[in-house]
């Protein structure tokens, strides 16, 4: 799942240096800053899933 967020952050950032006007850059960034913060909650929960001890 990260990997796949990591490639839309990505072409997101493309896309963002390639907007030709103030309304589909707007648009861009919103969308770049909210994958960006799916990329944080996934790495989270996989820090956390990586912590937890398997039952005794």
């Given at each position: 799942?990260?990997?796949?967020?990591?490639?839309?952050?990505?072409?997101?950032?493309?896309?963002?240096?390639?907007?030709?006007?103030?309304?589909?850059?707007?648009?861009?960034?919103?969308?770049?800053?909210?994958?960006?913060?799916?990329l944080i909650?996934?790495?989270?929960?996989?820090?956390?899933?990586?912590?937890?001890?398997?039952?005794?």
């Amino acid at each position: 799942m990260t990997y796949e967020l990591e490639i839309q952050i990505e072409e997101l950032r493309v896309e963002l240096r390639n907007a030709v006007d103030d309304a589909e850059r707007r648009q861009i960034q919103a969308e770049l800053e909210m994958a960006q913060a799916e990329l944080i909650v996934a790495d989270a929960e996989l820090d956390g899933l990586a912590e937890v001890e398997p039952p005794c």
